[in-house]
């Protein structure tokens, strides 16, 4: 299994991915609560690399509107990273996914586990 780290330097665009996030929240009696949450979507940029201030874009459709989510990499409450597919992709950028008439598939490759 590989390590968060790892897992990490391996993003690319194209990539379908689950990112779990701890997130504290407050209930009603004000007690402080946390908890893991995912979001998953598709990586349309990767920037900066592997440098300290290195961030990826993923964006994902729910109930027809587009969410976009930019996570730094070294952020210390992300707790894992699953790769769930990985598309074909030419471009660095996949930004001409968000437009509004784009109905394409990206094409899939075989995801090694």
Same mark, same amino acid.
């Given at each position: 299994m590989k390590d968060l780290k790892e897992t990490i330097k391996d993003l690319k665009p194209g990539m379908t991915?689950?990112?779990?996030? $701890? @997130?504290?929240?407050? #209930?009603? $009696? +004000? %007690?402080?609560?946390e908890r893991v949450q995912y979001f998953e979507g598709i990586i349309i940029a990767k920037k900066h690399g592997q440098e300290i201030g290195g961030?990826?874009?993923?964006? $994902?459709v729910s109930e027809g @509107? +587009?969410? %976009?989510?930019?996570? *730094?990499? #070294?952020? *210390?409450? @992300?707790t894992k990273v699953e790769i769930k597919k990985e598309a074909k992709v030419k471009r660095a950028k996949l930004y001409f996914l968000k437009k509004p008439g784009y109905k394409k598939k990206l094409k899939e490759k075989v995801v090694k586990k």
């Open positions: 991915i689950r990112v779990y996030q $701890k @997130i504290k929240e407050l #209930n009603t $009696k +004000g %007690e402080e609560k961030t990826i874009t993923v964006r $994902k @509107i +587009g969410v %976009e989510k930019i996570f *730094p990499l #070294n952020l *210390p409450t @992300i």
